[in-house]
């Protein structure tokens, strides 16, 4: 394993899954990308008060966090299931790592989840983590 890409909408509970791929990365020696994505048209966002005021800011403290990983940041636009599976292609990642968030309801909602949609659509292997405890 050497490129580990974790998807952050920088809520608490997907900052769980940015740790946690953290950690692999640690454990395996592998480099760590950061994708942010930012939907088209997210008024939402502008006034969650789960997610940080600046994704930028929030990326930019990354890497002091996770000191002995290489960690890098990255911001897109676009859908964000379709985004991390075409950056992970881009960037040839090993692993995706995404937060369980938004996957818990009826299996008819739960299909179309973002974690749902990464690992049905994943051009490598996809790691959950469970972030209810962070919510």
Known sequence: M?????????????????????ELAQ??????LVLYVAPDGDLR????????????????GLPQRFEGVTTTTRVERGDPAERICEVAADVEADTIVVGNRGAHGNWWHVRDSIPNLVLRHS???VYVVDTRKAQ
Do not use: Q, W
């Not at 580990?4 to 909408?9: A, M, P, S």
């Not at 502008?46 to 930019?60: C, H, I």
């Open 2 to 22: 050497n490129k580990i890409l974790v998807g952050t909408d920088t809520t608490a509970s997907a900052d769980l899954a940015v740790r946690n791929a953290a």
């Open 45 to 60: 966002a502008v006034v969650d008060p789960s997610k940080a005021a600046s994704p930028e800011a929030y990326l930019a």
């Open 123 to 125: 051009p490598c292997s």
């Open 27 to 32: 454990a395996r020696g592998a480099d760590l």
